[in-house]
Nanobody
Framework: QVQLVESGGGLVQAGGSLRLACAAS????????MGWFRQAPGKEREFVAA????????YYADFVKGRFTIARDNAENTVYLQMSSLNSEDTAVYYC???????????????????WGKGTLVTVSS
């Protein structure tokens, strides 16, 4: 059915930037809240950022501290995560997720989401 495919991960030095993309096979994702979670080695999965279906509503985890920006392009069924000032603590597998008509508050719990990508690895050196 619906598939989410992440891209843009890789190896980057501390202080560098990366832009992750999540493309959905479904072309009617305009009503879906979408966002990103991550899981570092040996740690639990944690919420990173989410964006509402409207596109103006956004929510970020505290640890982002203004470094990350989430955006979406509904025409392309794609959500982006622009990451800057990366540090070693950002090293993790980043997962894209989507949920139909779910509020940002509920989305960031990570529970009851409809679709998950398989993840893309971000490795920050130093």
């Amino acid at each position: 059915q619906v598939q989410l495919v992440e891209s843009g991960g890789g190896l980057v030095q501390a202080g560098g930037s990366l832009r992750l993309a999540c493309a959905a096979s479904e072309r009617t994702f305009g009503t879906y809240t979408m966002g990103w979670f991550r899981q570092a080695p040996g740690k639990e999965r944690e919420f990173v950022a989410a964006i509402s279906w409207v596109g103006s509503g956004k929510y970020y985890a505290d640890f982002v501290k203004g470094r990350f920006t989430i955006a979406r392009d509904n025409a392309e069924n794609t959500v982006y995560l622009q990451m800057s000032s990366l540090n070693s603590e950002d090293t993790a597998v980043y997962y894209c997720a989507a949920a139909s008509r779910k509020s940002l508050a509920n989305f960031r719990t990570g529970y009851g989401l409809d679709y998950w990508g398989k993840g893309t690895l971000v490795t920050v050196s130093s």
